[in-house]
Every structure is written in structure tokens, then in C-alpha cells.
Nanobody, 111 residues
Framework: QEHLVDSGGGLVQPGGSLRLSCTTS????????RGWYRQAPGKQRELVAR???????YYTDSVKGRFTISGDNAKNTVYLQMNNLKPEDTAVYYC?????WGQGTQVTVSS
């Protein structure tokens, strides 16, 4: 069973920044196809961003211009840089690749 390990969440004020990280334990993956989902209380889990081998990364409309997904193949790690955070970004963020999921990391944006 492949495992993803996500981290980097926390409490931040509106307008602040956080960087999430997702790495693996177990068999080594390529970073391509890895992405971030989030789930806010009472809402469905949604895809936030995903990185591909070819072509531009995917971003959901609400984070375009604020979030950036990137990867380091040598470290087998994918990052989600989140800038200008808003209260509506508050959610548990999950790393995903194929059938594997991270345990989730809480992001709370509040003054």
C-alpha cells in the first residue's frame, strides 16, 4: 500500500500564506498526477490543484492567481503554495495520487 504524507497546515490570518507539502512513504512515485483536494465542513471534497507531466497544472477557479502547485522529483515531493488566503479557504487539505490519499492537514484562515 502506497502512502502519501501531507503536512504544512495551520492557522493563518486572512491575506497570509502557507505552504503544504506532500511526500511518500513506501514505493516511490513520480510526482506527476499528484494533486490536492480540500473538504470544508458540510461540503463535498473538491480538487484544488494537480500537477501533470505535460501541460499546465490544473487549478480550481477560486484559487487561480493565489495558489501554486509545484514539485521536486528528486525529493518526490509536491508543494502547494497558498498566498492571499481567505476564510473560505478553510478546510482539511488532502494530497492525492491515483488511489492513495494523505491523512489530511487542517488549514484555518481566521482573524
Amino acid at each position: 500500500q502506497e502512502h502519501l504524507v501531507d503536512s504544512g497546515g495551520g492557522l493563518v490570518q486572512p491575506g497570509g500564506s502557507l505552504r503544504l507539502s506532500c511526500t511518500t512513504s513506501g514505493r516511490i512515485f513520480s510526482i506527476y498526477g499528484r494533486g490536492w483536494y480540500r473538504q470544508a465542513p458540510g461540503k463535498q471534497r473538491e480538487l484544488v490543484a494537480r500537477i501533470y507531466r505535460i501541460g499546465a497544472p490544473y487549478y480550481t477557479d477560486s484559487v487561480k492567481g493565489r495558489f501554486t502547485i509545484s514539485g521536486d522529483n528528486a525529493k518526490n515531493t509536491v508543494y502547494l503554495q497558498m498566498n492571499n488566503l481567505k476564510p473560505e479557504d478553510t478546510a482539511v487539505y488532502y494530497c492525492n495520487q491515483d488511489e492513495s490519499w494523505g491523512q489530511g492537514t487542517q488549514v484555518t484562515v481566521s482573524s
